[in-house]
Structures are given as C-alpha cells and as structure tokens.
C-alpha cells in the first residue's frame, strides 16, 4: 500500500455517521474514496456544496457545479448550495463536524503550518485558517518527512495557519494526538517500529507502553 | 476558479483595456479564465483575493511589484464584503488570530475570547453572474456559482449582472428569488 493510501484509509475510520466534512485538496480528497460501508457523512465543499459526490462520468460534468479547486464534482441526493457567507458560517460556526487538511509542519504542541512558504510558494491562504480555527475536530494529512526531513518539528518555522492546535496528525508511518498540548504517539503503521517513528520526529513523542498498529 | 464570473463583462473589459484595476475576488481564476484575462491583459493594479496559487501570472506581476496582492483568509473576505453591502463597519472573526493576518489589527476580546476586527469592503461596480434573472432584475443562482455572487450584488456602487437567461416577470417563485430586483442597476444577456 503506497503512503497516499495508507494515510486516507486510516483517516476514513475517523469518519461517524451523520458528519458533515470537508477534505482540503490533495491527499484529503482521497478520504472520500475509503468511507466505511455502512457510514453515511456529508461532504462539504466550501465553495458553496454539501453533498459532495465522486467526480462525474465523463460528459456528466457540469460547469456550475465544481468542488473548491474548480473541478468538476457531483452533488448526491439530498445536496443542497449556498454562498459562500453561509458555507464559511457552516465553517467557523461549529457546525462543520471534521476538516482534513493537507500540511507543511506540524509543531510539538499541534499547531499547524500548511499555507506558505515565504519567498518559495504564496498561493494564499483560501479557506485553510477559517477550516483550522472553525471546525470541531481538525486532522492533517501528510506524509511524515519532505525530503528526509522532519515535519513534526519542535516549533514551526512557516508561518502559522491557527494558533488552535489540530487534534490529529495521520501520516504513512504513526497517526499522532496532542492531548494537553503534547505530541503523542497513538499508533504505528504496519511494519514500522516505534523507533522509526521518533526518529523520523524532530518534537519530542510521548510514547506509552503499548503503541496499537494501525488498523487499515 | 472562474466559476459564476461574468466573464462577457470581462470580455468587455479587456476590449476596452480599462487600466488600474482594484480587483476584490476569492481569486484570479487561471490565466485565460475569468479574472485571469484581466490579469493577462495587465489590467488589474491591485487585488484582494484569498487564493492567487492557481495564476502565475498573478504571482509574477506581484513579485515584480506590478500588481499589490491582499491575502484575505476566505472566510474573512466573504464576511468583509457583506458587512459593506448590510450597512456594517466590519466584521470580529477568531480567524487569523497569532497569525500573520493579525498584523496591523485591531484584536477585540468578547467574553475570553480574541476576535480580529475586519473592516467592510465595497466597490465602485460589482459584476455579477447569475444563472437566471428576470426582468425586473430578481436573480436566483446555479449550483456552486452562486459563491461570491449574492454577497457582492449587495456591495458595490453600481451592480451589473450578466445572466444565462433572462425571463419574464413571474417566472422566478418569490422563494426563489436570491438577490432582490431593487439592488441590480444593469441587466445583461450572457450572449
């Protein structure tokens, strides 16, 4: 199973009946691909979409109805639109149950850096710090390290998206909480020790005695 | 994404090479669509848009200081333009809190809690893209273009609207109706 895969799937067993989610672009999006059978969520899509479905057949596409990216997207029975002040309303007004997003790094106590890279990569923030700070249970997806470095670090150097700390980080290697502000170690990966996951982390892990695998 | 843009008003626009544009946005599409042939005809001086990332164009005449770019979070710009169109000085959001988006505001504590104040935005036009209008001028919007649409048509000097159809008088159930007649000074026929 590549990173990507590993990552949405485990992500996909956060997912409760009844949810409304929005999953940022890249590896979130393929969150939608691994919902459990039996599992109902809403998706939101924060341009102006709940009821978000799988992309169109070719030829079923149509140019009013795409997800936040711009591409095309279906709306599943019973989807309803909005404006924009209503679907950032939805967002920041508690009433968005779960976010996955993708991230650049992830600080020791949660907080996250996923919008820029100053001076590199300034595309804005778009909905990313509403998202962040709005949504009732935040979880980031990512791989663990860009390049053989670190992305769960002592302090972000990027620029940060929320001073809110995410709740979840879930990467190809350990999925990773922050209960009181600390970085914790929650599962591994199939086939990765928990040594490889610390050394892999620059922040300090809490490690308990008995580190569960990932159950994909 | 040049999704709900009114894109013959922008057409016209670049036919007629109006110069110096403050443009206020989600973002400026791609280049080619929508805002982005207004940035490729290097029309627009200013922007305030919560994403440029998908516009090169956009990135390059920033970083050669051609074009001033505002980066709003979206949910704040949103908030920002309808505070101008409902009468309000702005908006408190916990958005942006400790970020760089807090620079040079001022922070307001409600009841423990830290809110940025973010002032009202409104512009001179407001072009606006509806899929279909009566009339008299009742708008009622398609899917995802509806967006940015209802919010800006109530924030601009003078709203002018581009429309896939255009029906008579009654067509629309009031229901339906999401921008109110009174608030659209131009009407348009998308072609």
């Known amino acids: 199973m590549d990173a990507q895969t590993i990552i949405a799937k485990r992500i996909a067993h956060e997912l409760r009946e009844g949810m409304l989610v929005n999953l940022g672009i890249g590896i979130p999006t393929l969150v939608a691909n691994h919902v459990p059978e039996g599992v109902d969520v809403f998706f939101q899509s924060e341009n102006g979409l709940i009821g978000t479905g799988p992309i169109p057949e070719e030829g079923m596409s149509h140019p009013t109805l795409t997800d936040a990216a711009g591409q095309p997207v279906s709306a599943l029975p019973g989807a309803c639109t909005f404006d924009s002040a209503v679907s950032f309303g939805l967002i920041r007004g508690g009433h968005l149950d779960m976010t996955v997003l ?9 907080r996250l850096a996923n919008w820029t890279i100053p001076g ?4 804005g923030m778009g909905g990313a710090m509403d998202l962040v700070s709005g949504a009732k249970r935040v979880v980031v997806a990512m791989q663990h390290t860009a390049k053989g470095k670190p992305k769960i670090v002592k302090q972000c150097t990027l620029p940060l998206t ?6 979840l980080v879930v990467t190809e290697l350990a999925v990773i909480a922050f209960p009181d502000g600390r970085a914790t170690l929650v599962e591994t990966a199939p086939d990765v020790t928990v040594e490889h996951v610390v050394a892999s982390t620059e922040a300090e892990l809490d490690v308990p005695q008995h580190v569960p695998q990932m159950n994909l | 994404m040049a999704v709900g843009t009114p894109e013959r008003l922008v057409d016209e626009l670049v036919r007629q090479g109006k110069r110096n544009l403050t443009v206020i946005a989600n973002d400026t599409a791609m280049p080619g669509r929508g805002i982005g042939k207004l940035v490729s005809a290097g029309l627009v001086s ?3 848009a919560s994403h440029i990332g998908l516009n090169p164009e956009t990135q390059q005449q920033m970083i050669a200081g051609k074009m001033a770019v505002e980066l709003v979070p979206q949910g704040t710009l949103i908030e920002r333009i309808r505070a101008g169109g409902f009468g309000l000085g702005g908006i408190l959001t916990p958005t942006g809190v400790g970020t760089v988006v807090e620079e040079g ?3 307001i504590e409600v009841d423990g809690t830290d809110y940025l104040l973010e002032t009202a935005l409104r512009a001179d036009f407001a072009l606006v893209h509806t899929f279909l209008a009566d009339y008299l001028g009742n708008l009622s919007y398609a ?11 109530m924030a601009a000097d ?6 896939d159809h255009i029906v008579p008088v009654g067509v629309i159930a009031p229901d339906h109706v999401v921008t109110p007649a009174p608030v659209v000074d131009y009407l348009v026929a998308n072609e």
């Open chain 1, 120 to 123: 590199k990569m300034v595309p």
């Open chain 2, 105 to 107: 505001k001022r922070k």
């Open chain 1, 102 to 110: 993708g991230g650049l790094q992830v600080d020791a106590t949660g």
């Open chain 2, 46 to 48: 200013r922007t305030i």
């Open chain 2, 143 to 153: 899917l995802t273009a509806r967006n940015f649409n209802p919010v800006m048509a």
């Open chain 2, 158 to 163: 003078t709203v002018i609207v581009t429309a």
């Open chain 1, 162 to 167: 929320s001073l809110r700390p995410v709740d």
